[in-house]
C-alpha cells in the first residue's frame, strides 16, 4: 500500500504541474480531490501498522517508520 500511495502522490504532481502549465482548471481540481483516496490509504497504512506493532513488539521500529514515511507522502498530497 505504501508503494501505491508513493505512485498515487507521485501521478498527482505530474497531473498537477500539467494542469498549472496548460491552465486547466478542471484538471487541477481533479487532482486536489484525489486527495481523499491518499487519506484513505494513510489511515489503512496506519491501522495496519498500529495492528503490527500491538502483535509484534519486535516491530514497533520498522512499522514507525512506514506510518511516519506514509504520513510524509499523505503531507505532499494535501500541498498538492
Do not use: G, S
Amino acid at each position: 500500500q505504501l508503494l501505491r500511495m508513493a505512485d498515487t502522490v507521485i501521478a498527482m504532481l505530474d497531473a498537477a504541474l500539467l494542469a498549472v502549465r496548460e491552465r486547466n482548471e478542471h484538471q487541477a481540481i481533479a487532482v486536489w480531490k484525489q486527495d481523499d483516496a491518499v487519506d484513505a490509504l494513510y489511515h489503512d497504512i496506519f491501522a495496519t501498522t498500529q495492528r503490527e506493532m500491538e502483535a509484534n513488539p519486535a516491530n514497533v521500529q520498522a512499522c514507525a517508520q512506514i506510518a511516519f514515511m506514509a504520513k510524509n507522502y499523505e503531507r505532499v498530497a494535501d500541498y498538492i
